[in-house]
């Protein structure tokens, strides 16, 4: 006599790495979009209905009606670093455990940032628009002239672990003088570590070359940078965006660079993305990147297997990797 074992069920809500729902499916039964389609809410919410675990993309708002219309539902495991998607006080009462991918994508998304860095004060990309577009007949002593990287001054706002991969790499590779704004001050070892010396944000935005925003998106966060932020920044000033889109108001800072009231702005994150204002679609002082920061091969694949890691681990071993709300989380049991 046979005797049927049930395996937890899970749903992928996007494509993913073939070898990431191979392993997977060795554990569980597997529900992918393979398609990579748009579902809609009403979509996922039947699909998820049935499912003890999702892994998902920091795309989808897992809160309180959802949870209430997933009965199963254990743990959300997504393959991001960002969780502002999840309704982390809705989870932990409903008893859904919520983990995110933390550390693997931090390097990678340092060097986006000074990718975006060395674009926008460099105007790589707006002096390559101009090369194809068959305007290039001469060569002028001021063509394109940018702001200088090293040695100059660069303000990072959120000092996490990529925010200090970013200070590492700002101090160590370009002798720059790095200064941060945190919630949290940094402890004194880690401080020297990174070469950064904390000051307030005011500070920060009147004294940086350059500022890089790498605060987790939040209520607090909201618009960390808006008109009066702005209007602190230095006119030679370059923003950086590689947080979130809502930490920086878009529609100010269309209209700071129009008026040229900053230098140029590279952004990989933007309100209501993938739409992008057509206010900065429209001026040329800004590097614009489809949310691509920690988009590597190699970084991809171990931010999704770190998902999986997190699905198996609790849904096999009852041990999580990286967890967010297991603080007073009383887990739902199989139904
Ligand atoms: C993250 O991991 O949060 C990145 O922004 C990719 O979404």
Known sequence: MSIAVT??????????????????????????????????????????????????????????????????????????VGYNNFDLDAMRTAGVLGTNAPDVLTETTADFGFALLMA???????????????????????????????????????????????????????GMQVVYHNRNRLDAALEAECRATYVSKQELLKTADHVMLVVPYSKESHHTIGVAELALMKPTATLINIARGGIVDDVALAAALRDQRIAAAGLDVFEGEPKVHPDLLACSNVVLTPHIASATVGTRRAMAMLAVDNLIGYLVHGKPVTPLNAAGLVARTAV
């Not at 979509?43 to 892994?55: P, S, V």
């Not at 063509?143 to 590492?168: D, K, N, P, W, Y």
């Open 120 to 174: 926008t004060a460099r105007r790589v990309t707006e002096s390559e628009h101009f090369l194809r577009a068959g305007k290039w007949t001469r060569w002028q002593y001021e063509m394109f002239s940018g702001a200088e990287v090293h040695g100059s001054t660069l303000g990072i706002i959120g000092m996490g672990r990529i925010g200090q991969a970013i200070a590492r790499r700002a101090a160590f590779g370009f």
């Open 7 to 80: 395996r937890p069920r899970i749903l992928v809500t996007r494509a993913i790495f073939p070898e990431v729902a191979e392993r997977l499916s060795e554990h569980f039964d597997v529900e992918s979009n393979a398609a990579d389609d748009d579902w809609s809410r009403d979509e996922l919410l039947r699909r998820l209905q049935d499912k003890d675990g999702a892994l998902t993309f920091g795309l989808e708002r897992i809160d309180a009606d959802l949870l209430a219309r997933c009965p199963r539902l254990k743990i959300c495991a997504n393959m991001t």
